[in-house]
């Protein structure tokens, strides 16, 4: 009785470099959920402020809408107040604090990483 080596076979597991880019990928979507939780909320709190809905940055009280930065139009972007580092508060919409950002704006959201402000 001889031995079928080829019924044997253990299929191999991912490589590191798949396991990491599927790691990346659900952190892009965890990230991106939220970021949509909290425009959402600052949408929320501009309509219930009558502001028309338009969000505004948290520390300057500038209009912010998303998208791309330029001249034209500030653009907002959502800061971590306890950093992304932390495992247990990373995806957290309470966590997060909508800032302006670019130029055309006082750039509170470049001011928070360098710490120059406190939000």
């Known amino acids: 009785m001889s031995i079928d080596y080829n019924a044997l076979a253990i299929p191999k597991g991912k490589t590191r470099k798949q396991l990491k880019a599927k790691k ?30 338009i969000p505004r940055c948290q520390n300057c009280r ?25 495992k247990a508060t990373r995806y957290d919409p309470d966590n997060g604090v909508l800032l302006c950002a670019g130029p055309g704006t006082k750039d509170c959201h470049g001011q928070a990483h360098r710490k120059a402000i406190q939000v």
């Open 24 to 53: 990346d990928r659900e952190d892009a979507k965890q990230l991106k959920a939220f970021r949509d939780a909290c425009w959402e909320r600052e949408r929320l709190k501009a309509e219930a402020a009558t502001y028309s809905g």
């Open 62 to 86: 500038a209009v912010v809408h998303r998208g791309e930065s330029s001249l034209s139009i500030w653009h907002g972007e959502i800061h971590h107040r306890i950093g992304r580092r932390a």
